[in-house]
């Protein structure tokens, strides 16, 4: 059992270009997140989704688009990446509004 | 705002002793109540959860909480603290919304000296 993979581990991208980094889970979990983690920040939530098909913002969208085509995936884009989007994302899922949280390793996401 | 105060950036403690890392929230409600655990390098490890009733919960790794209503505070503690126990430790707050919303304490790093 996997649990929540995240992919890739690393990325280094130039200002400007544009990636996706994908969040799978076995778990078959209604609820799906995204964070960044910055020092001394904590997390902070991105995105969001309560079930396929459904997305909603979080505390810091802006920059960042999701995904949730199928109920395992959810994918969180950059279209246009900025220095200030280098940071270490992760990719958190639940079951139900009372249970915890589980997490990815994380994606390293540099931007120069 | 809901929001999630961790006073301490940095604690050092000599290994055997005793742990405290402090959490105080603020919501209007009973919310849920987590501490994560996280290693260099790595994504974050639940170590114990309140939900509702007893007030003292157990977690792993010899952790424990306790839940102050009167405070707003979720303290976690450990009698022993073992060289491996140096991490980062996270609170994270989590809302009565209708689904699952963190939001989470800026962390304390722990270091533990010989």
């Known amino acids: 059992n996997a649990g929540v993979t995240q992919t890739p581990k690393f990325r280094v991208l130039k200002t400007g270009q544009s990636m996706t980094l994908l969040c799978a889970q076995d778990?078959?979990?209604?609820?799906m997140y995204w964070y960044r983690q910055d020092p001394g920040m904590g997390l902070r939530l991105i995105h969001y989704s309560v079930g396929e098909g459904t997305t909603a913002k979080g505390e810091v969208p802006d920059g960042y688009n999701v995904s949730r085509l199928k109920k395992q995936n959810f994918l969180l884009g950059l279209e246009s990446a900025a220095p200030s989007q280098t940071s270490v994302y992760f990719c958190?899922?639940?079951?139900?509004?009372?249970?915890?949280?589980?997490f990815g390793d994380g994606t390293r996401l540099s931007i120069l | 705002a809901q929001s999630v105060t961790q006073p301490d950036i940095h604690i050092t403690v000599s290994e055997g002793a005793s742990l405290e890392l402090r959490c105080n929230y603020s919501y209007g409600a009973t919310p849920y109540l987590f501490w994560y655990v996280q290693s260099p390098g790595q994504g974050l490890q639940l170590l114990l959860k309140?939900?509702?009733?007893?007030?003292l919960v157990q977690g792993i790794k010899g952790f424990e909480a306790e839940f102050k209503r009167s405070q707003s505070s979720f303290n976690l503690r450990k009698p022993s603290v073992h060289w491996s126990d140096a991490a980062e430790y996270f609170c994270a707050v989590g809302m009565n919304t209708g689904f699952q919303k963190l939001v989470f304490g800026t962390g304390t790093r722990l270091l533990v000296s010989p």
């Open positions: 309140y939900f509702s009733g007893d007030t």
């Open positions: 958190a899922s639940t079951r139900l509004e009372a249970q915890p949280q589980h």
């Open positions: 778990m078959n979990h209604e609820y």
